[in-house]
């Protein structure tokens, strides 16, 4: 049988909660609340490293990027109306169908896909930037798909990644806190013993060509109810890493 990073048990579970993924006050709703910060990173970053102004508002204007695991497409509009090329890309077919028709209506230009990394690689294209965002945790293969996001990445181009620490405080606060006590998400989201330290997922990025160039951690502050950048990796980090030359 061939490797495969679909995880049955995953699909299913995102199939069940596809239909919330643009109401802000859903299940996703902890998406929501972080999803600018983590925007605010990959643009600054895309900016910085491509030679873009930041500030104008086509500051993305002919950089290709891919979204692994786009759920509904919360990564893809953004970058969209700032001028970039995106495709979107994810296993679970609801997802697709619901980030197909959330873009249409909003009149964007979005190629979304319903295919894995490592089919996707067969196709043998490559893109400027590659997100691989909260995804990781769920695959059913991390070798295998690991290796396929660096394959999707030209030479020089950027990968951004954000995921779990597994360590005593993300489980406490991601999986007791943020599923059992607060509800923030349902129940199952998430499998512990799936998250990767740091140092494991810059281990994958160097094995398959990439040179980490930034990780920072992503803290929730209660009193204001959103999310920013810090230096605690305890629980939620995100960064980026290049494809070196050949």
């Known amino acids: ?5 679909i995880n049955p048990e995953e699909v299913a ?6 239909a919330e993924w643009w109401n802000p006050d859903g299940k996703f709703k902890p998406l929501h609340k972080f999803n600018p910060t983590r925007l605010d990173y990959i643009i600054t970053h895309i900016c910085t490293q491509f030679n873009r102004l930041r500030s104008a508002p086509d500051s993305l204007k002919g950089v290709n990027i891919l979204d692994i695991g786009c759920g509904g497409g919360l990564l893809c509009e953004p970058l969209t109306r700032l001028g970039a090329t995106v495709t979107g890309i994810d296993v679970t077919e609801a997802n697709i169908k619901v980030a197909r028709l959330h873009a249409e209506q909003e009149g964007l230009d979005i190629d979304y896909k319903i295919i894995s990394s490592e089919e996707l690689v067969k196709k043998k294209i490559t893109f400027d930037v590659v997100l691989n965002m909260e995804v990781v945790e769920h ?10 996001c660096g394959q999707l990445v030209k030479p020089g181009g950027l990968m951004f990644y954000a995921t779990l620490n597994r360590t005593a405080k993300s489980y406490l606060l991601a999986i007791l806190g943020a599923e059992y006590i607060l509800r923030w998400l349902p129940t199952g989201t998430h499998d512990w013993h799936k ?17 980490n160039l930034d ?9 204001t109810g959103k999310w920013h950048l810090s230096k605690d990796l305890g629980v939620n980090y995100i960064g980026l ?4 030359y050949d």
Not at 1 to 5: D, E, G, K, P, V
Not at 139 to 144: A, E, K, N, P, S
């Open 1 to 5: 049988m061939n490797a495969s990073t």
């Open 13 to 18: 579970k995102f199939e069940a909660m596809a």
């Open 139 to 148: 695959v059913g293969d991390v070798d295998l798909f690991m290796k396929s």
């Open 195 to 211: 998250f990767l330290t740091p140092q494991e997922l810059t281990d994958y990025l160097t094995l398959n060509g990439m040179h």
């Open 215 to 223: 990780t920072a951690g992503m803290s929730f502050m209660p009193l």
């Open 241 to 244: 890493a290049q494809k070196q």
